[in-house]
Every structure is written in C-alpha cells, then in structure tokens.
C-alpha cells in the first residue's frame, strides 16, 4: 500500500504525517493486500481566518479486477479532528466495500412468528 500526503497552505510536517501515518495503520491496516495506493489531501481553507476550514481528503485505490476509487472529505475547526474521523470513515467504506465484492456477508433478520396468541421470535440467515 502506497501512501502520499500533500498540503495546501497546511504546514505536512514530520508530526502531522506521523499522526495520518498512524490512524490510517488502524483504519486500514488490514485491508493492505486490497489497497493500491492511499492519497491524503489536507487543507486550510480560510487561511488565517479561523472556523470550520480545515479539511482532509482520503482517496483509496482498490486493487480489485474492478478497481474502485473511495473518497471521503471532512471539516472541523481542528486539523486533527479531521483527520481521525476521514480515516475513521474511510476504514468503514473500505470494509463495506471489500464485503460487498466478496459477497460473504450474511444478514441475520429476525422474524416474529404468531402461535396460539404468544409471539416467538426467530433467527432467519439469508445471504446478501
């Protein structure tokens, strides 16, 4: 898994890509056959400014036969605020993802059944 990070008037210093490097290790260490490459985009909107400009961009390259792109944007008052919800966010849909092309996930769905007046309610399998 390839991973790059760029800034736009943010200062990507050793800290800062420690601090991605690290919770995207955890969002997405396990999927690391899967992914192609990782692209980390951080930005400071405003400037100077102040308020809700600071925001992260996450691309994941899948490697699959159909390979597919997975993009998540965040913005919050802290650059580290958003960065841990991107790759919090972006680890979901990168599991969401892989198990959609697998097909193995299983839904469980419970049924009531009637019977004599009393409800009983029963576990049902069906595939997804």
Do not use: W
């Amino acid at each position: 898994m390839r991973l790059s990070v760029s800034g736009d008037r943010v200062d990507v210093g050793q800290h800062l890509r420690k601090y991605i490097d690290r919770h995207l290790y955890f969002a997405l260490g396990r999927f690391g056959p899967a992914i192609d490459h990782v692209d980390v985009r951080v930005v400071d909107t405003n400037g100077p400014r102040g308020g809700v400009d600071k925001r992260c961009r996450i691309v994941v390259k899948l490697r699959a036969a159909g390979s597919t792109s997975i993009a998540i944007d965040d913005d919050d008052e802290s650059l580290h605020a958003a960065i841990a919800r991107a790759t919090a966010r972006v680890g979901r849909t990168v599991a969401r993802t892989l198990d959609r092309k697998r097909g193995k996930r299983v839904y469980q769905r419970r049924r009531a059944i009637v019977e004599d007046g009393r409800e009983l309610v029963e576990d049902v399998e069906s595939g997804g």
